[in-house]
């Protein structure tokens, strides 16, 4: 690499308490990911593309491995392009969001704002049959009524204000997303 810069490369291992001395083959999964990261952040890229970088990792690896992207992303020219089925770690680095199922854009944006914009209005059988279909995502069927998924919730509360709006998460959007084409799901 042109740019590639060793002392960085070494004080990422000792930051990750890897041994120098073993074999790449005999690290664990989580020992290759962290060598894997602390070779992309050791050549001064300003973009890294990274492709499910967290998954299959215990909590605590995942966690130093978040808290190590989110201080190369305090520089303002640095980005971070991340695929990644656990939105928990979305949440916590991720400044835009776009969910894609099979090959399908279904949302993109700000994630604060997408956060914000999205409710789950909670309701029973004949509440939900009141709601025009056109004002929500998708909605969960259940014994006793419905979790309904809304992109605007400041239109959700005026049209419907009898409901409570309940702020989600973006698994549980990504959730009514993909059951999107069905409407009313269990």
Sequence with gaps: FEKWDSKTFFGYLERFA????????????????????????????????????????????????????????????????????????????????????KGRLLLTGYKDDILDSHAVLKCTKSDFAEIEKSDFVSARLTDFGAEVMVADRALALRKYSGLTADKTTLEEIMLFYVNRDKKEWR
């Design 18 to 101: 890897l041994p120098r001395k073993k074999k790449f083959g005999q690290f664990s999964k989580g020992m290759k990911m962290k060598v894997q990261i602390a070779s992309a952040l050791s050549h001064g890229a300003k973009l890294l593309i990274m492709d499910e970088a967290t998954t299959g990792l215990d909590p605590v690896v995942r966690s130093e491995i978040l808290d190590i992207f989110l201080e190369y992303l305090q520089d303002e020219n640095n980005s971070i392009l991340m695929s990644s089925h656990i939105t928990s770690d979305l949440e916590k680095i991720a400044d835009s969001v776009t969910f894609i199922d």
